[in-house]
């Protein structure tokens, strides 16, 4: 249960929606952006395509999926929010050791490098990645860090680089 609404009460509400003859696929693009959240589901506007719908969600600055991360992300992480968030930017080329984390940062590899890690960690973020020695078959001592939410992911991949284009409500995304 999601805000206290059921599965079939999220449905109805995207039913309200868009009409009972709009095909199946377009329901399915629209929950696959959504994922039924109720209060996504109220930003629906039935009188749009489903792309102007999410182009308007998603992809201009007044949007509300487009800031929902960050407002989120600050809300979760507060006045250590800049910290996280500067290790993601750090871990969106790839998997990276602490210590190439901390290169990338400009601050040393301690405690609190650490406890952001295991903190992102924690909060499903960033997975830690334990290789194997391959001479002696044991645990490498060193730990590679990535970023391991696909939302997350998607959005440092995607948004890079296109951030001004996609403020610009004059364009088309």
Known sequence: MLWGCTHSNRLGLLNDKMSISS???LIFDILSVVGGVPRYLEEIR???TVDENMRRMCFLKQGLLF????ETFNAVFGSDAVKRRA????????SMKASAIAGKLGVAVNGHLTR????LEY???????????VETGKPARIDRYRICDNYTRFLKEFQSGRLS???DGS???
């Open 165 to 167: 284009f996609m403020t």
């Open 116 to 119: 952001t890690l295991k903190e």
């Open 67 to 70: 800031r929902e991360f960050d």
């Open 46 to 48: 039935p009188s749009l």
């Open 123 to 133: 909060a499903g973020f960033v997975a830690r990645e334990s290789n194997l020695n």
């Open 23 to 25: 095909p199946k696929h």
């Open 87 to 94: 290790v993601l930017e750090a871990l969106s080329g790839g």
């Open 171 to 173: 364009r088309r995304v």
